[in-house]
């Protein structure tokens, strides 16, 4: 029977339609939308998908684009989990529009930086809150967006990215860097593997407003190999008022293989606010012994510490320099001593240069130690730098815990030092 031309094309369309299926080149997953250099998601296997190639996105035929942006469309779980950054990608920011994700595996749903990557990540507007006191929920996404599965509100391995550590990655020397910007992980329960910031030797960088808040898990709030703020304000509390926090609210892990500086830096106009609510784990832990901190503050710090029996500077620390450039606002406030060497800090350089304004308060002294300050230790102090010193204690001055444990002090073109 002859065909019409009209039912002919009808026949072929319906042969593409329903019996040959996809047609080759089409993109396989639906939830993934593009518009330029902008990819939606609305799963947790896409969002990995596009992270990490684990299901073949890219090739050599779809290059992805040099600044990427993935936009999550909606809550989602990341999958369960590990796997490593797709070497294609240079430049990603995933951006979560405000929704809250959920972690497949608390001790997986991660993706791994390996230590020669040099990609640029961010993640952005990030809203993981909860007020819950267990970690598991149930009625969330599933990772493939397809209906919904128990999963976890914290992870011990940060916010999606980590990497791949082990002994033989000792290094902080990465030329890779995860940037947070805007985030906000409100979560002030004791929740088990409740550890945001996770990155090993992978440097880390604030941008924007960042909040992050932990009580107790019987982890720190991050094993990190620097902090570093760039602009806005980010704000940083770990514990609960307790002591269950593992050695320290921080814990340098790469810095101690290595016994490499670990640095914290605040740019000018930017805010670092970090208070530890521990009963007994200082600020920040080290296991080795030839540690040293480095803090540049052009900005405005906080170090705040609300227990007597913590310092900022735990065991291991060889020497703790702090430079407070021109405009820069330092204030520590402390329950405890602020450096002791009871907890392993043996030196202490304060470098205050002229406009920089610094208030060191305690509540029993700023420095303790069972002698004098050794080492090299000194406060050095520039014309127009201005500093106010208190210390509680009852037998105590302005800086030490006894007059006979001072500390040097070397004023630069006759400046001043005024202790309260």
Same mark, same amino acid.
């Given at each position: 029977?002859?065909?019409?031309?009209?039912?002919?094309?009808?026949?072929?369309?319906?042969?593409?339609?329903?019996?040959?299926?996809?047609?080759?080149?089409?993109?396989?997953? +639906?939830?993934?939308?593009?518009?330029?250099?902008?990819?939606?998601?609305?799963?947790?296997?896409?969002?990995?998908?596009?992270?990490?190639?684990?299901?073949?996105?890219?090739?050599?035929?779809?290059?992805?684009?040099?600044?990427?942006? /993935?936009?999550?469309?909606?809550?989602?779980?990341?999958?369960?989990?590990?796997?490593?950054?797709?070497?294609?990608?240079?430049?990603?920011?995933?951006?979560?529009?405000?929704?809250?994700?959920?972690? $497949?595996?608390?001790?997986?749903?991660?993706?791994? /930086?390996?230590?020669?990557?040099?990609?640029?990540?961010?993640?952005?507007?990030?809203?993981?809150?909860?007020?819950?006191?267990?970690?598991?929920?149930?009625?969330?996404?599933?990772?493939?967006?397809?209906?919904?599965?128990?999963?976890?509100?914290?992870?011990?391995? =940060?916010?999606?990215?980590?990497?791949?550590?082990?002994?033989?990655? $000792?290094?902080?020397?990465?030329?890779?860097?995860?940037?947070?910007?805007?985030?906000?992980?409100?979560?002030?329960?004791?929740?088990?593997?409740?550890?945001?910031?996770?990155?090993?030797?992978?440097?880390?960088?604030?941008?924007?407003?960042?909040?992050?808040?932990?009580?107790?898990?019987?982890?720190?709030?991050?094993?990190?190999?620097?902090?570093?703020?760039?602009?806005?304000?980010?704000?940083?509390?770990?514990?609960? =008022?307790?002591?269950?926090?593992? $050695?320290?609210?921080?814990?340098?892990?790469?810095?101690?293989?290595?016994?490499?500086?670990?640095? /914290?830096?605040?740019?000018? $106009?930017?805010?670092?606010?970090?208070?530890?609510?521990?009963?007994?784990?200082?600020?920040?832990a080290f296991i080795g012994i030839a540690n040293s901190v480095t803090i540049n503050n052009q900005g405005t710090l906080n170090l705040n510490a609300t227990?007597?029996?913590?310092?900022?500077? =735990?065991?291991?620390?060889?020497?703790?320099?702090?430079?407070?450039?021109?405009?820069?606002?330092?204030?520590?406030?402390?329950?405890?001593?602020?450096?002791?060497?009871?907890?392993?800090?043996?030196?202490?350089?304060?470098?205050?240069?002229?406009?920089?304004?610094?208030?060191?308060?305690?509540?029993?002294?700023?420095?303790?130690?069972?002698? +004098?300050?050794?080492?090299?230790?000194?406060?050095?102090?520039?014309?127009g730098a201005k500093i106010a010193a208190y210390s509680g204690g009852t037998q105590t001055g302005g800086l030490t815990d006894s007059s006979s444990h001072y500390i040097p002090v070397t004023f630069n073109g006759g400046a001043w030092?005024?202790?309260?």
């Amino acid at each position: 029977m002859k065909l019409s031309t009209s039912r002919l094309v009808i026949l072929l369309l319906s042969c593409l339609i329903f019996g040959f299926g996809i047609m080759k080149g089409q993109t396989a997953e +639906a939830s993934i939308t593009t518009s330029g250099s902008t990819y939606t998601v609305t799963s947790g296997d896409d969002l990995f998908n596009l992270l990490t190639n684990n299901k073949n996105y890219w090739s050599s035929q779809n290059v992805p684009p040099t600044d990427l942006t /993935i936009k999550v469309a909606n809550t989602i779980t990341l999958p369960g989990y590990d796997a490593s950054l797709y070497s294609g990608l240079t430049n990603v920011k995933v951006d979560f529009q405000q929704y809250q994700f959920y972690a $497949g595996n608390y001790v997986a749903s991660r993706v791994l /930086i390996p230590r020669t990557s040099s990609a640029q990540l961010t993640v952005a507007n990030v809203n993981n809150t909860s007020n819950a006191t267990t970690n598991q929920v149930t009625g969330v996404p599933n990772s493939a967006g397809t209906g919904t599965a128990t999963a976890y509100l914290s992870t011990y391995y =940060g916010m999606l990215f980590s990497s791949d550590f082990g002994l033989s990655g $000792g290094t902080t020397s990465c030329a890779a860097q995860v940037t947070y910007d805007n985030v906000v992980y409100n979560m002030p329960n004791n929740l088990t593997y409740n550890q945001p910031l996770c990155t090993y030797f992978v440097p880390i960088n604030f941008t924007g407003k960042n909040k992050i808040i932990t009580a107790v898990s019987g982890q720190q709030v991050g094993e990190i190999a620097n902090l570093k703020v760039s602009s806005g304000t980010t704000e940083i509390i770990g514990g609960d =008022g307790s002591s269950g926090l593992a $050695g320290g609210m921080f814990y340098p892990y790469y810095n101690n293989l290595n016994q490499a500086d670990f640095p /914290i830096d605040v740019a000018k $106009g930017a805010t670092l606010t970090l208070t530890n609510k521990d009963a007994r784990a200082p600020m920040f832990a080290f296991i080795g012994i030839a540690n040293s901190v480095t803090i540049n503050n052009q900005g405005t710090l906080n170090l705040n510490a609300t227990s007597a029996q913590t310092t900022l500077f =735990g065991s291991g620390t060889k020497g703790v320099t702090l430079n407070a450039s021109a405009q820069a606002n330092t204030n520590i406030n402390t329950a405890g001593a602020a450096f002791s060497n009871d907890m392993g800090t043996t030196k202490f350089i304060g470098n205050f240069a002229d406009q920089s304004r610094t208030v060191l308060s305690s509540a029993t002294s700023v420095f303790k130690n069972s002698s +004098a300050w050794k080492n090299n230790s000194s406060l050095n102090v520039t014309t127009g730098a201005k500093i106010a010193a208190y210390s509680g204690g009852t037998q105590t001055g302005g800086l030490t815990d006894s007059s006979s444990h001072y500390i040097p002090v070397t004023f630069n073109g006759g400046a001043w030092l005024k202790a309260f």
